[in-house]
């Protein structure tokens, strides 16, 4: 949902109340079929029903990310969280990969640092431009709005790439040297309670 300020805390309290219940109340059927999933690996038929799942996401993205009909993403979400914690095909056997694994621990200092980064590096793609005229950022327009962001063509995808992997290595510092000793620091408070 295209949502920030307006009524995004009522859809992070709508999309968490949604998988906070279904873990309340599937969580050990799902641990019970995982176990047997697992024990006979990956199946077609969940491989197939995980492959609908994504194709439903991207289609539901694509058509309500920008409208009211955003307001069922966490419903759609819920659905594929529900899927996917079966972990039955091929797909969530690609996700328990030690690099998906790995982007999984980041996923919230990734969150946190996104925007930063992106930004940081298109002011310093603006820098070179400005001295070697390569094209990497131009004039784009998002959600309706004038914006400025990596420009189109090769050099536009390179600056793509390079964005991610200084996103994900930020993140990996800020995991390393924020979120692991705070999460251990609580957990040393949260002891003494």
């Known amino acids: 949902m295209d949502v ?4 995004g805390f009522i859809r992070c309290l709508y999309g968490f109340s949604l998988g906070a219940l279904l873990a309340w109340f599937q969580h ?7 176990q ?45 969280l529900f899927l996917f914690a079966h972990e039955g095909g091929w797909i969530s056997a690609l996700l328990r990969t030690p690099f998906m694994l790995t982007l999984g621990a980041l996923s919230y200092s990734i969150y946190m640092v996104y925007i930063f980064v992106q930004a940081r ?18 004039d784009i327009v998002l959600r309706g709005e004038p914006a400025t962001g990596f ?12 964005m991610l992997a200084a996103t994900i290595a930020v993140s990996w510092v800020t995991w390393c040297l924020v979120e692991m000793p705070a999460m251990a620091w609580f957990r040393r408070l949260s002891k003494r309670i």
């Open 4 to 7: 920030s300020y307006d009524f």
């Open 28 to 34: 050990d059927s799902i641990a019970g079929a995982r």
């Open 36 to 80: 047997v999933l697992l024990a006979n690996g990956p199946r077609m038929s969940w491989t197939l029903a995980e492959i609908v799942m994504v194709a439903v996401i991207v289609l539901f993205i694509s058509l309500a990310g920008d409208n009211d009909a955003g307001i069922a993403a966490p419903l759609v979400f819920a659905l594929a």
């Open 121 to 138: 590096l298109i002011n310093a793609a603006g820098i070179v431009e400005r001295k070697l005229g390569l094209g990497l950022i131009g």
């Open 151 to 162: 420009g189109a063509g090769w050099t536009g995808t390179v600056a793509i790439v390079v």
